[in-house]
């Protein structure tokens, strides 16, 4: 849909539907202020794998468009708006898995920004805790790393959640 179109940020979001919340302030650089409303900015330093779906392997699934969650990730390879991609995010013990159709494409310097809507609406709370997993480890790390190796990952955990989880999309 979106790709290599010179629009605002507002005229960009508003094509795919989707609007631009108020301004976070005071959030960890890779949570976005440009955030969009019911998107989550999976941060770059997290490891995230994904596969686009072959139509043969997509036209078996049920799409239910009635997800009202998506994801947005930087990718060095340009993915084609409609497509049906497979996104599966590692955590400490478990990987997770999600599908979703690419609805915006915004290309960068070295990388494009991938947005895709969940394809089924029953995955959105769990890509929700899975997301705000990915965004707790990143600030107990930079926390660590500023502030030392001893601090308590509960004290820090808990921070983090009276800080930033009411920012997360709903599901």
Known sequence: MLANVSLSHTQRYSAIGATIPPDFTGQPAD????????????????????????????SKIEMNQNSNIGLTFSSKEYQKPGSIIEV???????????????????????????????LHPEDAPKLRIVEQICHIELYLNDKRYKEGPFLSKERLTEEWINRFASSFPAS
């Open 31 to 58: 949570f976005e202020s440009d955030l969009l409303q019911g998107f989550i900015k999976h941060p770059e330093r997290f490891p995230l794998k994904f596969r686009r779906l072959r139509f043969w392997q997509s």
């Open 88 to 118: 599966t995010i590692p955590t400490r013990k478990e990987f997770h898995q999600f599908m979703g159709k690419v609805v915006m494409v915004k290309e960068s310097d070295n990388y494009y920004e991938i947005g895709l809507w969940l």
